[in-house]
């Protein structure tokens, strides 16, 4: 590896540690204060060396700085391998004209160092401790240096260590959150796929008692035959293409296929499903726009609330439906709004709870505004419930463009 190689390396193992801009670590302060008590000498401090600069990140005896690499004298012994003990700087020709020995930054003459070596075998460093006294250590200070140095990488390692676990706890925690949401969602759809396919597969069961009758007729009528054939189909169809896209749409965890949704020729379908819920009732359909959004989510939302409306009715009164939309900004709102008894005031936000019921004696799970409110929010807009003009309630959602 080049010389710029190593360099690059050392500067990228030092920045993995954050020590050169924060303020000094009490531990490594600490530490260093050991190596000057073990050394019996006055100054000791832990250097980092990048590629221009010697950094000073912990100090005993005087004050930390920053000084450029070319006047480091631990620069000078960087690749050693192994403790450089000199008992007289000013006598040895690598140090004696270094501006630390000279007067000039400070007048060392006593100086000891020992490399800090990453587990990955670079050398970021060293532990130096040094007097301007001369003078020597024995064999035992020698062997405490070597292992102080080795300890201050332990303590870097240490924090670098319970920073990471700390960020993977943080993103499991992150992980947990989107999970149960995920199931969440998964239960929601599970319920509403049962909920949601109930009124097209009447509508297909019923064609297909109807179909029965005329084969056991021996009907001559081939087009009626046809035609109940055809109605059989297609709500089959759209009933497998409706559990396809719920169940991908909850096992990916809520993700849209958005694209351009043509409301009306999707109400048209609804009407169709909810044929045998809408038998007798009046739906007034207005001007729906084309949105952009997942439109077998956009769909189940209008089946929901068409449905609901369809089942509210007063008594002894059919139902009447008017679907319409109306312009508010940067956004379309679409209303369904029935003729019926109307829902108070105090329970229109219970009702988007999971399970929660307006009319026990009206035939319903109870999970269909809470997943219509899902799929609404998940397209960035909003739903509620107000009172209609006549009494009745009127369903809205907001989608934005």
């Known amino acids: 590896m080049t010389a710029g190689g190593v360099?690059?390396?050392?500067?990228?193992?030092?920045?993995?540690?954050?020590?050169?801009?924060?303020?000094?670590?009490?531990?490594?302060?600490?530490?260093?204060e050991v190596a000057a008590l073990v050394a019996q000498v006055p100054?000791?401090?832990?250097?980092?060396?990048?590629?221009?600069?010697q950094?000073?990140?912990?100090?005993?005896?005087?004050?930390?700085?920053?000084?450029?690499?070319a006047d480091s004298m631990c620069d000078v012994v960087l690749d050693a391998g192994a403790?450089?003990?000199?008992?007289?700087?000013?006598?040895?020709?690598?140090?004696?004209?270094?501006?630390?020995v000279t007067g000039v930054i400070g007048s060392v003459r006593f100086y000891a160092t020992h490399q800090l070596v990453t587990p990955e075998g670079v050398v970021i460093g060293t532990l130096c401790v040094f007097d301007e006294q001369a003078r020597t250590i024995t064999d035992d200070q020698e062997k405490a240096l070597v292992s102080l140095a080795e300890r201050v990488v332990d303590l870097l390692e240490l924090e670098l260590r319970t920073r990471e676990l700390s960020s993977s706890v943080?993103?499991?925690?992150?992980?947990?959150?989107e999970l149960e949401r995920s199931n969440e969602q998964l239960a929601a759809f599970a319920g509403q796929v049962s909920h949601d396919l109930r009124n097209p597969l009447t509508a297909v069961t019923l064609s297909l008692k109807m179909?029965?009758?005329?084969?056991?007729?021996?009907?001559?009528?081939?087009?009626?035959?046809?035609?109940?054939?055809?109605?059989?189909i297609g709500g089959a169809d759209r009933m497998q293409s409706l559990i396809n896209d719920l169940l991908a749409f909850a096992r990916v965890g809520g993700e849209l296929q958005r694209g351009r949704v043509d409301?009306?020729?999707?109400?048209?379908?609804?009407?169709?499903?909810?044929?045998?819920?809408?038998?007798?009732?009046?739906?007034?359909?207005?001007?729906?726009?084309?949105?952009?959004?997942?439109?077998?989510?956009?769909?189940?939302?209008l089946q929901n609330l068409t449905?609901?409306?369809?089942?509210?009715?007063?008594?002894?009164?059919?139902?009447?439906?008017?679907?319409?939309?109306?312009?508010?900004?940067?956004?379309?709102?679409?209303?369904?709004?029935?003729?019926g008894p109307g829902i108070p005031a105090d329970h229109r936000e219970r009702v988007f709870q999971p399970l929660a019921r307006v009319n026990d004696d009206i035939e319903g799970s109870g999970i269909g505004l809470t997943t219509c409110r899902r799929i609404v929010e998940a397209h960035g807009g909003r739903i509620g419930l107000t009172d209609a003009p006549h009494g009745g309630t009127c369903a809205w959602f907001e989608l934005p463009d």
């Open 7 to 32: 360099d690059a390396h050392r500067v990228a193992e030092i920045g993995k540690y954050r020590v050169l801009l924060d303020p000094p670590r009490a531990d490594l302060m600490a530490l260093v």
């Open 43 to 53: 100054m000791a401090t832990i250097n980092l060396i990048t590629d221009t600069e």
């Open 55 to 69: 950094h000073q990140i912990a100090t005993h005896g005087f004050d930390a700085s920053v000084c450029r690499r």
């Open 83 to 100: 403790p450089v003990i000199v008992p007289d700087a000013s006598q040895d020709a690598r140090f004696r004209d270094n501006p630390f």
């Open 170 to 177: 943080v993103e499991l925690e992150d992980a947990r959150a």
């Open 211 to 232: 179909i029965e009758e005329e084969v056991e007729a021996a009907a001559d009528d081939q087009l009626e035959m046809t035609f109940l054939l055809h109605r059989a």
């Open 263 to 301: 409301l009306a020729a999707v109400f048209a379908e609804v009407q169709e499903d909810l044929a045998t819920a809408l038998a007798g009732a009046t739906v007034i359909v207005g001007e729906l726009p084309t949105v952009i959004g997942d439109g077998v989510q956009l769909r189940a939302v």
């Open 307 to 339: 449905a609901n409306a369809a089942k509210f009715v007063r008594p002894g009164q059919p139902a009447r439906i008017e679907v319409d939309s109306v312009r508010l900004g940067d956004r379309w709102r679409i209303e369904v709004t029935d003729h």
